[in-house]
């Protein structure tokens, strides 16, 4: 059962829950949920600005009261009985043992049967070794589409915008997914600065804002989408089996009617260089929803239970925005020392589990596309079937695939040398070279044409490019080999024809 966040509030304060760490920015939202949960319970406040407050005017309660002063002062019993002890802001003071100590001195006192509970909110998470069995962490819930049409259709209402249609509300709504109220207030407020109107043009606006916003997250980032399907040379069983993907994601109801599992996701593993984070960012062009890609090195956190917290905070974001494509660059990267010894190994085990579990059982339309270099590297849990709807090996490109990718590039930089340049010729030097590679020689031939004031550039041009060029399968030709044997091994689909 899926209980909303004033529900769990409420269940754990009846249950004797000694500590909630509500993880979250949005303390006038928290405030009157707290209001509403705390069934005539006397509310004491504390913040960093103002010291100890009253909650209902936010006044000061005593003047220049620190932390460690209103703790001392509800060291006796009578004074803690049926109280919520509301502490905003105390992330920094976390790492000061003193305030720990007395902190988990109340936590005893009401694991012994007092009547209290204590609410922390920051929308940093920190959380002692010494606090850890106290504490219950609980995020704020994502905005329902219902919810944020009602925010957008107050502020039309607010506004006297009568003249805005119920189908830009809905594009506005899709928009605004996964900003909290006060973000949408905030670009609403905006917009309408901007002409005194909400128009269709504002809906850019809110999407550079948007991607603002998430970055500074820092564990989610909302990727522009300008490549598509047509920018990939070659892996046509790869970008035939999108194609299908997409008929079904866009077409989700109808899928779902007809039977169809929603799509998890794919896993593309290969050479580096062979167009494995391109085909992430066509995927999601082609699917026409966000791209957010995933850095999974930014989840580890140093204190107890926030890397896991960042996963779960990061996949919410993900599933509230949805649908969406995320993606996972380097996997290998993100899962290495499972298994291992330590306390950095522990947590990589455990953040592996929650994306495994998160994999197996989610049901909201995000596609994830996770790439890797080196699939030796990754724990065979992620490869079983269930996890990924399918998992492709992406090789060096074949003489075709290297005649497309040619043309693809030449054609962006030089559409008007393209018939001139013996592509022919091209593909034969460049027997094992990635597509990156080729692109890169591509660049350096034009470059060097314009530095040297050349009309156009030629054939000749392309091919002192390629002399100039190592490619990864001279200089790492062992590993390649070995590579390319163990995913034929596993019987990984290969992406090409």
């Not at 990727?223 to 999108?242: M, Q, S, V, Y």
């Not at 850095?295 to 996949?315: F, P, Q, T």
């Not at 031939?445 to 009309?455: G, N, Q, R, W």
């Amino acid at each position: 059962m899926n209980y909303s966040l004033k529900d769990k509030l409420a269940r754990y304060i009846d249950a004797g829950f000694p500590i909630i760490y509500l993880n979250t920015f949005e303390e006038d939202k928290v405030d009157l949920i707290i209001k509403e949960v705390s069934c005539g319970k006397e509310i004491y406040e504390w913040n960093e600005t103002n010291g100890y407050i009253d909650f209902e005017t936010k006044t000061p309660m005593i003047e220049d009261c620190t932390l460690e002063m209103m703790l001392d002062q509800l060291k006796p019993q009578e004074m803690l009985d049926r109280k919520i002890i509301l502490l905003k802001d105390v992330n920094a003071y976390l790492d000061n043992p003193k305030i720990v100590s007395k902190i988990k001195g109340v936590a005893r006192m009401i694991n012994q049967g007092v009547d209290t509970t204590i609410v922390i909110i920051s929308n940093i998470l920190v959380v002692p070794k010494e606090l850890e069995k106290f504490i219950t962490i609980l995020e704020m819930d994502y905005l329902s589409s219902d919810e944020i049409k009602q925010i957008i259709l107050d502020f039309i209402q607010e506004n006297g915008l009568d003249a805005v249609k119920d189908s830009l509300v809905d594009e506005f709504a899709v928009a605004f997914k996964g900003l909290t109220e006060f973000e949408i207030y905030n670009l609403l407020a905006l917009s309408y600065a901007d002409d005194g109107e909400l128009t269709r043009r504002d809906l850019r606006l809110i999407f550079d804002q948007k991607q603002q916003m998430i970055k500074k997250a820092g564990i989610l980032e909302m990727i522009p989408l300008k490549e598509t399907i047509d920018d990939i040379g070659g892996l046509e069983n790869l970008k035939g089996w999108f194609i299908r993907k997409a008929k079904v994601y866009k077409n989700m109801n109808k899928a779902k009617q007809y039977g169809v599992d929603m799509p998890k996701g794919v896993l593309i593993a290969g050479v580096p260089g062979c167009g494995k984070s391109l085909n992430a960012k066509a995927a999601a062009n082609l699917f026409e929803v966000p791209l957010l890609r995933l850095d999974m090195g930014r989840l580890m956190g140093k204190y107890v239970g926030e890397s896991e917290g960042n996963l779960r905070n990061a996949i919410a974001l993900a599933e509230a925005i949805s649908p969406c494509v995320l993606w996972i660059d380097e996997l290998e990267k993100a899962f290495a020392g499972i298994g291992g010894d330590g306390g950095g190994a522990e947590v990589t085990t455990r953040l592996f589990g929650n994306f495994l579990t998160w994999m197996q059982e989610k049901d909201s339309p995000t596609f994830v596309v996770a790439t890797a270099n080196d699939i030796t590297k990754l724990p065979p849990e992620l490869l079983r079937k269930g996890r990924f709807d399918e998992i492709f090996y992406v090789g060096l490109p074949s003489e075709s695939e290297r005649e497309k990718i040619f043309q693809i590039h030449i054609n962006k930089r030089r559409p008007q040398d393209l018939k001139s340049i013996r592509i022919s010729e091209l593909v034969v030097k460049t027997k094992g070279f990635s597509g990156a590679e080729i692109e890169g020689v591509i660049k350096d031939a034009v470059e060097t044409a314009f530095a040297d004031d050349k009309k156009c550039v030629q054939t000749q041009d392309v091919i002192n490019a390629i002399n100039n060029t190592h490619s990864l399968s001279e200089i790492m030709k062992d590993a390649l080999e070995k590579m390319s044997k163990e995913y034929e091994n596993r019987k990984f689909k290969n992406a090409s024809k």
